[in-house]
């Protein structure tokens, strides 16, 4: 029986360049806060092209685990880092833009995500975690306060909480995912008939579940995270992200 060849997967010079510092970290050569050898030094070392390399630099600038530092000096080049929250919530907006993921997906990932933060927390939050929290909520408070900040502080009380569950993982999702949807969440808080009280019945929903999580009563907790997301979600409206909402632009 006849051999059946199959055509043989070409990879850019950048891929192999990516694959070959990919190695190094997996096989632990590389760890967060060394720096990789000047570009040209390390060029022709990989035997590729200086804008081979600088390509693959910048894939692993986005990716979250590479900050260059442009210039000279001791300071300057770039350094392996450990910076997922940004990178993973980025790449998780856009394929939601682009509609990878259902605001349906969204809304169960949330709500088992955080129902787990909630849950860690009661057990383990520190204290200060738990007023930073509180003053999240009070800034949320604030007579007058506005959408777009409103929008900031619930984002951030969001993240703390589940940051404070003590699981590096749960808080970098959590983040990702929230941020996903935040365009849609600032527009359907623009959208309510009466914004006051709106911020006001949200905000009393964040009082009650931080008094839980102090109390350490993780299922009520998680009771209500539950309530409080589906409330909120069932307002969204899916559509285009204008340039004024667009994932690089923090309310």
Known sequence: ????????????????VLRSIEERVFAGELRAGDRLPPERELAPVLGVSRS????????????GVLAAQPGRGPDAGARIVRNPDDALGRLLRLHFALGSYSLQDV???RVVLERSSVEAAARHA?????????????GMAEPGIGVDAFNDLDTRFHVLLARSSGNALTSTLTSAVRESVRPLILRALE???DWPATAQALNAEHRSLLALVREGEGGPAAELVERHI??????????????????GKRP
């Open 126 to 138: 520190p204290a200060e975690d738990l007023d930073e929290a509180a003053r999240l909520v009070s």
């Open 1 to 16: 029986m006849p051999v059946e060849w199959q055509p043989v997967r070409q990879s850019r010079t950048h891929e192999l």
């Open 107 to 109: 809304l169960e990932a």
């Open 191 to 193: 959208a309510a008939e």
């Open 230 to 247: 589906r409330g909120l979600h069932g307002t969204l409206v899916e559509g285009p992200v204008t340039p004024e909402e667009s994932p």
């Open 52 to 63: 081979a390399l600088r390509e693959a630099l910048r894939v692993l600038e986005t990716v």
